[in-house]
């Protein structure tokens, strides 16, 4: 791995918290400024990837400045104090190495993906990056620029814009409700001063992990994050409370009506669970079954199958730290055929519930899917931070087919009972339709 083996004397147990996964090669070290480490180790090919990731993301925002945790996470990888961001795009094309940084609603994030013997500089970067950002005025413009325009282009997208429609109507003044790369009224008002702020608030070692996948040793390089981030300072990290989601007490519907365009598009749902809700794996089943495949869900079967409506139809519930939506999507020419279907399926999910036939497949689905969801590194990786981020536990990976398996129908139906809202939704339809054309029943309709 080219590291270091020197620093291994620190890793004696007055300084290192170990779990491990059991039968997995996966480990969770702690160093004492509260950084934690998970490693993966398989050594299939000569790489690794490394994800360095915050506990905070764009919800901390400031409300008038979405953007400013994307656009600091971006910036992170274009400049240090010590390395322009032109020299460090060197030194990565060089090693032939991939290193970036983004930012969701619930955490940053920067990532490196290199040749295991370049681990070394690679993890160099990092920590450089992570410590001394520089926020250079020019590679901020830069950024800027690049993301006024992706704002711009959110509606070109018929779907994207229908998706923000209602995120707004659901979410309401929630951070969730802001676009987490920034608006065009937004970007514009980001200073290099809330980058820096948001950098020393939240960028604490007692507020970060670390997950490396790939061909690595996990003691070397336990050894070496402490050697480059064990001097980090921890320092107290605001927390963050919002009130419940409003639910409708009806359907709430916006339509916006564009002539020039042949096919609807329609979403709607209402509030849902947070991440780490104890029936999170219920309401994914109950939700499978529902909408969660194009051609064989209820959804799917009456309105794609059947119906010849539309060619993709689905429901799901958000998964988040703070608490998601439910949220039921289709793109149709025929939209109050569509609308009506839906309507009535998910109903009949609220009233019967599931069968022991659709669980099943349900089952074998999840307990099937699940393993290629980690079978490259990269997804090893993705499924490592998820589980780290909404504490679902280091046996999470081995034991997810027992933990659905341990869903019983009768678990299902209650979810569907408990947290589907027949009727109480909120709705955006963005097409060449009027309200008038939708055949809608007891229904607010906002302008």
């Not at 209602?166 to 809330?194: A, C, N, Q, V, W």
């Not at 070496?224 to 359907?251: H, K, N, Q």
């Not at 999170?280 to 010849?308: D, Q």
């Not at 590194?377 to 081995?398: A, P």
Request: glycine fraction near 8%.
């Amino acid at each position: 791995m080219n590291l270091r083996r020197s620093s291994l004397v620190i890793l004696t147990s007055a300084f290192c918290l170990l779990t491990s996964a059991f039968g997995l090669p996966l480990y969770r070290d702690s160093l004492p400024n509260g950084l934690i480490i998970l490693t993966y180790e398989e050594h299939r090919l000569p790489t690794a990837s490394v994800s360095l990731v915050c506990r905070s993301g764009a919800a901390f925002d400031p409300e008038e400045k979405s953007g400013t945790a994307a656009m600091m996470s971006d910036l992170l990888t274009r400049g240090t104090a010590t390395m322009s961001g032109d020299s460090i795009k060197s030194q990565v094309e060089f090693l032939g190495a991939r290193f970036s940084g983004h930012a969701g609603d619930d955490n940053c994030a920067i990532e490196v993906r290199v040749l295991t013997k370049d681990m070394g500089t690679a993890l160099d970067l990092m920590a450089d990056a992570v410590l001394h950002p520089a926020f250079a005025v020019k590679e901020m413009e830069l950024a800027r620029s690049r993301m006024i325009t992706d704002a711009r282009g959110l509606f070109d997208d018929p779907g994207s814009e229908v998706s923000y429609e209602f995120m707004k109507l659901l979410y309401g003044d929630h951070p969730y409700g802001r676009l987490s790369g920034g608006d065009t009224l937004s970007l514009p008002l980001i200073k290099r001063e809330d980058l820096v702020a948001f950098h020393n608030t939240h960028f604490r070692p007692n507020n970060c992990f670390v997950v490396a996948a790939g061909d690595i040793s996990r003691k070397e390089f336990v050894a070496e994050m402490e050697r480059r981030l064990g001097a980090w300072t921890p320092a107290p990290v605001p927390t963050l409370t919002v009130a419940p989601l409003t639910m409708p007490d009806r359907i709430r519907a916006k339509v916006i009506t564009r002539s020039d365009m042949n096919q609807t598009y329609v979403e709607f749902g209402h509030p849902g669970i947070q991440a780490d809700d104890k029936k999170m794996l219920a309401t994914r089943l109950m939700s499978y079954v529902l909408g969660g495949g194009a051609m064989s869900s209820r959804l799917g079967i009456s309105v794609r199958e059947k119906g010849g409506l539309a060619y993709d139809v689905r429901c799901w519930f958000d998964r988040n730290r703070l608490q998601g939506g439910f949220h039921a999507t289709v793109q149709t020419a025929g939209p109050a055929e569509a609308i009506g279907l839906m309507l009535r399926d998910i109903k009949l999910m609220y009233d019967s519930g599931a069968t022991r036939k659709e669980l099943e497949k349900a089952h074998n689905y999840f307990t099937g899917s699940f393993p290629l969801t980690y079978a490259s590194t990269g997804g090893k990786l993705g499924q490592v931070r998820t589980m780290e981020l909404y504490g679902y536990g280091m046996d999470w990976l081995e034991k997810f087919p027992d933990k659905v398996r341990a869903v019983t129908l009768d678990d299902v139906n209650k979810t569907a009972r408990e947290y589907i809202h027949p009727g109480q939704y909120w709705m955006v339809v963005l097409g060449p339709v009027t309200k008038e054309d939708l055949g809608l029943t007891d229904v607010e309709w906002i302008e």
